[in-house]
């Protein structure tokens, strides 16, 4: 297979799988427990790592007109994000600069001005303080247009905002690289609405989470679910390591995979073959499970604009079919398929305790007209195409769907093994590198000057 760098990659219509990425060579650094129980390391992680990195606070939409909000919680901080009178979106440490009190709830809102619940400060939408009772009452001077909240990098690009906590920080295009900016521009991500919003407060630490989205080894043990429909034989797939620190998974999709027995179709999959005009039960048996995929990706190129899937202009072939995990440093995992994007992420929790962390699943869709639910993949009922109210959850109260439940039930399992005297690091295949460049970049963010 030839490889390119990164810096050549490009998207083409004719492409059946991703271009191949030279791979980043790794060190077989050993990976210690101690860097998913330790406190110390955990305070070390949070100054060396996530105040160095971007991260997504937010859906781009929500901050569409001037006074409409997000505020994110990541880890002890809270960060307000803003769009001012003037258009430009701004980002704020949550913290009141006249005796730090936090001034909004995590979530998305409207305001004209920010108003420190405490002792009623007020600020405009750039963070200026505009009214402070008893302004004449301090032997500093007054604050008002002088004290301000503290603003920290903020981008809006491919449908999320982004934070970063680094004054010095490379930009985010540098940060993200040319794959992964390339692969995210084409999937039309900020004409999506997010149709599920959820977080669990999980008895893990975040970066087990991370571990498990960064290999598809586990999937024939844990998911058999996905066998009839997503390739889980790690032969007919594709890894990629990117210089930038982030790695990238590619799966053939919508058809059976390799390990799939029996000659039928799914229904799952004969249901969405139907919608696309073919017949599942020519496909019936083994050596015709492998001509499904190419045969949805005409169907859908020929016949998606008429049937309202204006997001698959310009998509290459895979796209139409298949599923592309992006696992962004250090913990936004991005699963894109045709016509969706999940985002998966795990947090550092508030409490500061490294062996839990908050877990979130989103689920953004494309509308299309006259289709007005989504399958849920929280499990439950469809979910209707519209934005969605905000659930948090004790991981074990309510389902976050089959697939992620699976996950985190074996996440508190290797949780309580890596507490254990018996732990020996890390024996991995090749197939897991991902979760080795992870640890081989993560190592290398701990030990910068």
């Known amino acids: 297979m030839t490889e390119i760098p990164s810096s050549s990659y490009k998207l083409t219509p004719e492409l059946d799988k991703p271009l191949k990425i030279s791979e980043v060579a ?11 129980t330790s406190e110390a390391y955990a305070q ?25 909000t997000i505020t994110m919680n990541l880890g002890k901080e809270s960060i307000i994000c803003v769009r001012g009178d003037d258009n430009v979106i701004r980002a704020f440490y949550n913290s009141c600069p006249h005796r730090g009190t936090r001034i909004t709830e995590e979530g998305e809102s409207f305001v004209n001005q920010f108003s420190c619940p405490y002792h009623g400060w007020q600020f405009d939408l750039k963070g200026v303080n505009i009214l402070a009772p008893n302004d004449e009452d301090f032997p500093q001077g007054s604050p008002c247009g002088k004290a301000r909240l503290k603003e920290i990098q903020c981008r809006d690009l491919f449908g999320f905002i982004w934070i970063n906590m680094d004054p010095d920080t490379n930009s ?40 498990n989205f960064n290999e598809a080894y586990h999937v024939q043990v844990l998911h058999p679910g996905l066998i009839p429909y997503i390739e889980a034989n790690y032969k007919a797939c594709q890894f990629d390591t990117l210089p930038e620190g982030h790695n990238r998974g590619w799966f053939p999709s919508h058809n059976p995979s390799i390990l799939q027995e ?43 604009e008429e049937k309202g899937y204006k997001h ?12 592309v995990i992006y696992n962004i440093f250090p913990n936004t995992v991005m ?10 992420r ?4 508030p409490s500061g305790d490294p062996q839990r962390c908050l877990f979130d699943h989103w689920w953004m869709v494309h509308p299309v007209k006259g289709v007005k639910t989504t399958p849920s993949p929280a499990g439950g009922p469809d979910l209707p195409v519209q934005d969605c109210e ?16 699976e996950d985190l039930s074996i996440a508190k399992m290797q949780q309580e093994g890596l507490n254990s005297s018996g732990f020996q690091g890390f024996y991995l295949p090749h197939q897991e590198r991902r979760v080795q460049h992870f640890h081989e970049v993560l190592n290398d963010y701990m030990n910068a000057e």
Request: charged fraction near 25%.
């Open 26 to 36: 790794l060190r077989n650094n050993d990976t210690c427990a101690e860097r998913y």
């Open 44 to 68: 070390k992680e949070w100054r060396k790592v996530w105040m160095k990195t971007w991260n997504v606070a937010g859906m781009s939409y929500h901050v569409a007109e001037p006074g409409e």
């Open 172 to 211: 985010l295009e540098d940060f993200l690289g040319n794959v992964i900016t390339t692969d995210l521009a084409s999937y039309n991500i900020p004409d999506t609405i997010r149709v599920l919003n959820m977080t669990a407060d999980s008895p893990c630490n975040w970066k087990i989470i991370t571990d």
């Open 262 to 304: 029996g000659e039928e179709v799914a229904e799952h999959l004969a249901e969405i073959m139907r919608q696309w005009s073919l017949d599942p039960d020519a496909f019936h048996g083994k050596e015709n499970h492998s001509k499904i995929r190419h045969a949805l990706q005409q169907s859908k190129r020929e016949l998606g």
């Open 312 to 323: 698959y202009k310009n998509y290459a072939s895979y796209q139409f079919t298949d599923y």
């Open 335 to 344: 699963s894109i398929g045709p016509d969706g994007v999940q985002l998966l």
């Open 346 to 349: 795990p947090r550092p929790h």
């Open 390 to 405: 905000y659930e948090h959850v004790m991981y074990g109260e309510k389902s976050l769907g089959t697939t992620a439940d």
